[in-house]
């Protein structure tokens, strides 16, 4: 993504307003209340050595990776989701499979070997466990 692509200028802007993004990283919308699959992928960097364009970079770098590491039955370009935190030291990056409807996340959490106790609700702000309602 270049830094001066409307879509750069978007999660970026919003990075700095709100000090956190999460966003999909192929169509750059932004997360919505739904249910989280963690993946294991998480970087962190100092902001006062390392621009915002390279943290965008070296998340770009391992989206090829992640998608061969996850691979299931899923829309991996539609499910994942890179979340970015910032503080004033440092930038801190995980990615996440992010799903609207509960069944589909406990679903593909169960294909990728992914405890389901591990799902996140983020309406509730909350882990989610299978023999729970949703």
Request: proline share 2%; charged share 30%; net charge negative.
């Amino acid at each position: 993504m270049q830094r001066d692509s409307i879509e750069f200028v978007k999660i970026h802007k919003h990075l700095i307003d709100h000090g956190q993004v999460s966003y999909n990283p192929f169509d750059f919308t932004f997360r919505s209340v739904g249910y989280l699959v963690p993946l294991e992928f998480y970087f962190e960097d100092l902001v006062d050595l390392v621009s915002f364009e390279k943290i965008v970079e070296e998340i770009e770098e391992n989206i090829a990776d992640m998608r061969a590491t996850y691979d299931a039955d899923y829309d991996f370009e539609k499910a994942l989701y890179v979340d970015i935190s910032a503080t004033e030291s440092f930038y801190q990056v995980t990615m996440d499979l992010f799903f609207a409807d509960f069944s589909e996340a406990i679903r593909v959490a169960e294909d990728l070997d992914i405890p389901s106790e591990e799902i996140y609700d983020i309406e509730n702000q909350c882990y989610i466990y299978d023999d729970e309602d949703d």
